[in-house]
């Protein structure tokens, strides 16, 4: 099975701030990576697939590169809003893996 | 649009079987374009999948919950479901159904329903 790391696991920004989040996996899965924003008592939602396309609707600020096994989400001027949990997932194959998250809190 | 919702009992008893029930509107369930997926989140932790089913019937299981796990769909009511037998205080979680596009989106999970906490206790 494929096993996908996240780090860091927690970080303190501000308003405005560039943020970037890591996501990588045990072997390669080409662009078969997702981001999922979560917040409190709430069912995650899509931002980012294939690695580097935005789900409609997703704010351009929101970014995601890489491919192989090392991947990067990136806010580039964090927003109130933004303030959450983020998850990266492998669909490249059975069984699907989710990375452990990265909690975003206001500094 | 697709929309999802999950349904079923909150509590659970150990040992005994937890089954939920995720109803999908605004799209067939037998239109071929998604795979519909179950996932998981207990308090404070992250994101478990469970695993998949297609409109034929074909499954997907995580290993780790395979011996207990069995999903079914029923496309007359526009329902699929999950059946996890021999629960434990650890089955304890949000769970959530969800679509998988095979199309649009990359096999991402493009939509989610709102989840439903099942707890498992006596």
């Known amino acids: 099975d494929i096993q996908m790391t996240q780090s860091p696991s927690s970080l303190s920004a501000s308003v405005g701030d560039r943020v970037t989040i890591t996501c990588r996996a045990s072997q390669s899965i080409s662009s078969y990576l997702n981001w999922y924003q979560q917040k409190p008592g709430k069912a995650p939602n899509l931002l980012i697939y294939a690695a580097t396309s935005l789900q409609s609707g997703v704010p351009s600020r929101f970014s995601g590169s890489g491919s192989g096994t090392d991947f990067t989400l990136t806010i580039s001027s964090l927003q109130p809003e933004d303030f959450a949990s983020y998850f990266c997932?492998?669909?490249?194959?059975?069984?699907?893996?989710f990375g452990p998250g990265t909690k975003v809190d206001i500094k | 649009q697709v929309q999802l919702q999950e349904s079923g009992p909150g509590l659970v008893k150990p040992s005994q079987t937890l089954s939920l029930t995720c109803t999908v509107s605004?799209?067939?369930?037998?239109?071929?374009?998604?795979?519909w997926s179950w996932i998981r989140q207990p308090a404070g932790k992250g994101l478990e999948w469970i695993g998949r089913?297609?409109?034929?019937?074909?499954?997907n299981y995580n290993p780790s919950l395979k011996s207990r796990l069995t999903m079914s769909v029923d496309t007359s009511k526009n329902q699929f479901s999950v059946n996890l037998s021999s629960v434990t205080a650890a089955d304890t979680a949000v769970y959530y159904c969800a679509s998988e596009s095979s199309t649009v989106t990359g096999r991402a999970l493009d939509y989610w329903g709102q989840g439903t906490l099942v707890t498992v206790s006596s």
């Open positions: 089913i297609y409109t034929s019937g074909s499954t």
């Open positions: 605004g799209g067939s369930i037998s239109s071929g374009s998604y795979y």
């Open positions: 997932q492998q669909s490249y194959t059975t069984p699907r893996a």
